[in-house]
C-alpha cells in the first residue's frame, strides 16, 4: 500500500523563523505531489503542487515546496513564518499512472507560530 | 473552492441510526470523494465517484455506502451509524485525474 510520511506531528516556532516540514512517499514511480493547509476551523485549502518539470515549486503566501526524487521527499518550506501560518499542513501524493485521482494523505503537521 | 457545499455541517445523532450526508458541487466535476479526517490519521478516503452511478471503495469504507445519481450530488451513508464513525467528513472534487482537488467546508459527526 502507498504511504505518505510526516514526520513533524507539531512544530513550533517563533514569528519569522524559518520553516521546513518533511514529506516522504512510498511509490517508485510516477507521482504527482500536493500540499495542503487548514486554518483552524476551515476546510483543506492548496498550498502548492508538482506535477513535472521545475522541482522547486512556488505557491501560496511565500511558501516553497523541493521535490528530491532519489529522496521520494516533498519538504515544504517558508524562510519566514506569521503569526497568520498557524495551521494544520498536510501533505498529499496521486500515483502519476492512476486514472481516477485519489490522494494519499500524510497524519499532518501542527505548525504554531507564536508572536 | 469549486462551489463545494456539505449538509449537514454539524450533526449529532444516536447509536445504530442511519445518517446521510450530501455534498454538492456546482462546476460540473466529475470525480468526487468522501473522507474522514482524524486526529493522528489525516484524511483517509472512504469512497470516491468518477462519473455518474461509477462508485468505488477506498481504504476504510466498511459501514459507509454512497450514491451518486447525478453529476452534482454525491451522498455517504452510515447505514447504522456507531462511536468509531464520530468524525469530520470532508468531501473533495476534481474535474479530472491530473487535476486539483478542492475540498468542502466539512460535516462534524458526533455518534453518541
Known amino acids: 500500500a502507498q504511504s505518505v510520511s510526516q514526520h513533524n506531528h507539531h512544530v513550533i516556532l517563533s514569528e519569522a523563523a524559518s520553516l521546513e516540514l518533511g514529506c516522504n512517499y512510498s511509490y517508485g514511480g510516477t507521482v504527482n505531489l500536493f500540499w495542503y493547509v487548514q486554518y483552524p476551523g476551515q476546510h483543506l485549502q492548496l498550498l502548492l503542487k508538482y506535477f513535472s518539470g521545475d522541482p522547486l515549486v512556488k505557491g501560496i503566501k511565500g511558501f516553497e515546496a523541493e521535490f528530491i526524487k532519489s529522496k521520494f521527499s516533498f519538504n515544504l518550506r517558508k524562510p519566514s513564518v506569521q503569526w497568520s501560518d498557524t495551521a494544520e499542513y498536510f501533505c498529499a501524493v496521486k500515483l502519476g499512472g492512476s486514472t481516477l485521482g485519489r490522494l494519499y494523505f500524510g497524519r499532518g503537521t501542527q505548525l504554531t507560530v507564536w508572536p | 473552492d469549486a462551489g463545494i457545499t456539505q449538509s449537514p455541517r454539524h450533526k449529532v445523532t444516536e447509536t445504530g441510526t442511519p445518517v446521510t450526508l450530501r455534498c454538492h458541487q456546482t462546476e460540473n466535476h466529475r470525480y468526487m470523494y468522501w473522507y474522514r479526517q482524524d486526529p493522528g490519521h489525516g484524511l483517509r478516503l472512504i469512497h470516491y465517484?468518477?462519473?455518474?452511478?461509477?462508485?468505488d471503495k477506498g481504504e476504510v469504507s466498511d459501514g459507509y455506502s454512497v450514491s451518486r445519481s447525478k453529476t452534482e450530488d454525491f451522498l455517504l451513508t452510515l447505514e447504522s451509524a456507531t462511536s468509531s464513525q464520530t468524525s469530520v467528513y470532508f468531501c473533495a472534487t476534481q474535474q479530472g485525474h491530473q487535476e486539483t482537488q478542492y475540498f468542502g467546508p466539512g460535516t462534524r459527526l458526533l455518534v453518541l
Open positions: 465517484s468518477y462519473g455518474v452511478k461509477d462508485t
